[in-house]
């Protein structure tokens, strides 16, 4: 992730002197097979989605688009369904973001001690990363089913009760499925975090201690100016990720029960392949493209912030 | 980021740290080698506390691995029963049967591997290049591209799919695994980029220097002398590649249509029926066989997710 910032801070003398020596036409000839196909399918889909938003796109049909300018924009605004998408989208990668932020903070913090288990640990806390996220959604949905689930059954033994239908639920199946998204996004973060603390000057760290800061005070004097670059970092991107997911919740509940878990971009899929909307649903696009721009801007920002900092 | 703080690897199991009582600063040391009681006393129960948070991270982590697992072993009846049970009473293979025959599995995962193993070796073949052009020279060029790894985290798919649909119809690359594994290309580039950047900046420019000096050529230079030792970075890019296609669930659920096409993420979800009833022991069963390659890769990786490749990316 810092290595974003790195290739932004002029490089070594020897290397610029090296660039310069070799710089030249050769250097298309090894971009080329890269830079073709970025352009054709990312680039190029990018900037054609945000035109398609102007006008009446649909899918199979016969007549000639028609440009209609702000349209599926004014049309958006008064679409209170995607409002409610957008909020529960808002909750959605605030709720997940957060919690797993600190989570993961926790579980850094220990397995950058001398703990045993912490091999077990390591290797457990890769797994969820691992995992296709299709298969992260049937295997919570086992634990969440109402009779043959594990969660119930829990409920029961400890006698909390007869169990609910977790995903099902009007009220519960957002908490649900923000749980599982804390679980298959602690890996990343975890480690992002880890490799964070080795920046933290031990030495310093030692030295507090002996002159008596406490754990907590340690933290926030010694680990937490160094280990926040990359917090920043982890969390302006899993706020992003979180924005843009959509296999997870797709698989666990469909956008259901009554929309109540229906993210922006499951509304836009619907809009786009269900009933073939493609312009209404690239406007959708574009407005999360605008917060997404936003939230990236203050990553930026707060990564050349910290950048001067570190 | 100083140069002269010594730098150590993420990786540290059994690396050669200090151990956490012997101080750099000998002053204020009490009593030498032991510090007095009742300061040992809390220090060990902090470290029961640590423990007991260390173990409630394994359990949240680890349950609901080991229910796919118990289900994906237990009978229909005993699936059916009301008092599911962590170990299944007799554990039978006849899920995996079941699956398979319910749904195309084999062929989906052929057709995974395929795209897979694709998306690996082309992700490679252009990256390695463009990353080597993007370490070593500051063009304009190349901090457009640093610009584009960064911006590409940000593509909400929803923008880029409707167009990348219309293109893929266009060139006839829609319902066809050739053009999902173009599209897994470009969209493992970023993180294969970030990656490569990091392992070629590790090479010294001397050697390269040194080969031109002996006569080689541009691409000579980059294929005998720089590839050989990115050997091990480009590996670790090929994995990351391949699980990150294997994975994929969204584009293939948009672009492939044909059920003899689909990968196997999309064939798995078939298991759950229109009313979200599935057949719970093959879905489990399925499920856990198709992780099975992913966990075994990450398993590779595991010492250069939690070493090499931050500490690459961290090094300044």
């Known amino acids: 992730m810092t290595s974003v910032a790195e290739a932004r801070t002029p490089p070594a003398g020897e290397r610029r002197a090296a660039g310069r020596r070799t710089a030249g036409h050769g250097t298309w000839f090894l971009v080329l097979p890269a830079l073709v196909p970025i352009l054709v399918f990312s680039v190029g ?52 973001t957060v919690p797993q932020f600190l989570l993961a903070l926790g579980l850094a913090l220990l397995l950058n001690q001398d703990l045993r288990l912490r091999g077990l640990a390591r290797a457990l806390a890769i797994v969820p990363w691992a995992m296709p996220e299709v298969v992260v959604g049937i295997m919570w949905r086992l634990v969440y089913n109402p009779d043959a689930g594990i969660l119930n059954e ?32 602690l890996p990343q973060t975890t480690v992002a975090l880890l490799a964070g603390l080795q920046n933290v000057p031990r030495e310093l760290h030692e030295a ?47 956008g259901g029960p009554g929309g109540k878990t229906r993210l922006p971009m499951l509304f836009a899929y619907e809009e786009a392949f269900r009933y073939g909307q493609f312009g209404y649903a690239a406007a959708m696009g574009c407005v999360l493209v605008a917060v997404v721009s936003v939230l990236l801007a203050v990553f930026l920002a707060g990564r050349l912030r910290g950048g001067d900092e570190a | 980021m100083t140069a002269t703080r010594p730098r150590r690897s993420v990786r540290l199991p059994r690396s050669g740290r200090p151990a956490p009582r012997q101080r750099s600063t000998p002053r204020k040391r009490l009593a030498p080698g032991r510090p007095p009681a009742p300061r040992r006393r809390t220090r060990r129960a902090a470290r029961a506390g640590q423990y007991a948070a260390l173990l409630g991270y394994l359990l949240f982590l680890g349950f609901p691995l080991l229910w796919l697992l118990s289900t994906a072993l237990k009978s229909p009846r005993e699936l059916g029963s009301l008092h599911p049970a962590w170990i299944p009473r007799d554990p039978t293979p006849a899920n995996v049967r079941q699956a398979f025959a319910e749904q195309p599995l084999a062929h989906a995962a052929l057709n995974s591997l395929l795209v897979a193993l694709g998306t690996a070796v082309v992700a490679v073949l252009i990256a390695t290049p463009m990353a080597y052009v993007m370490a070593r020279h500051r063009t304009r060029l190349a901090r457009a591209a640093t610009g584009w790894v960064v911006v590409s985290q940000a593509f909400p798919f929803v923008l880029v799919i409707i167009p990348l649909f219309l293109v893929l119809k266009n060139l006839r690359l829609i319902d066809s695994l050739l053009g999902l594994t173009l599209v897994y290309v470009v969209w493992a580039l970023p993180f294969a980029l970030w990656m490569l950047v990091g392992h070629v900046r590790a090479v010294p420019v001397e050697l390269e ?108």
Do not use: C, M
């Open chain 1, 154 to 185: 829990t409920l029961r033994d400890l006698g909390l009760g007869a169990g609910r239908d977790w995903l099902s639920g009007l009220a519960t199946a957002l908490p649900a499925v923000v749980v599982v998204g804390v679980w298959a996004g």
């Open chain 1, 45 to 96: 889909p990018l900037l054609y989605g945000i035109l398609l938003a102007f006008t009446d796109a649909q899918s199979g049909r016969t007549a000639a688009t028609r440009w209609t300018g702000a349209l599926n924009f004014r049309d958006l605004l008064h679409d209170t369904l995607f409002w409610e998408s957008f909020r529960i989208g808002l909750v959605w990668a605030v709720g997940v």
């Open chain 2, 209 to 316: 220097e040194a080969a031109a000096v002996d006569g080689a050529g541009r691409l000579r230079t980059l294929v005998s002398v720089t590839a050989p030792l990115l050997g091990p970075g480009i590996a670790a890019t090929a994995l990351f590649a391949f699980v990150t296609a294997w994975n994929e669930f969204f584009f293939a659920l948009v672009l492939l249509k044909s059920p003899g096409r689909q990968t196997l993420p999309v064939v798995l979800t078939h298991f759950i029926g229109a009313e979200g009833v599935a057949d719970l022991g093959p879905l489990a069963a399925a499920a856990f066989l198709a992780t099975l390659p992913s966990v075994a890769v990450f398993g590779i990786l595991q010492r250069r997710i939690t070493g090499g490749l931050l500490a690459g990316a961290v090094k300044s």
């Open chain 1, 208 to 254: 507090a201690a002996v002159d008596g800061a406490g754990a907590w005070r340690r933290f926030r004097t010694v680990t937490w100016p160094a280990l926040r670059p990359v917090a920043l970092a982890i969390t302006a991107l899993q706020l992003i990720w979180n924005l843009n997911s959509f296999a997870l919740v797709y698989v666990l509940t469909g």
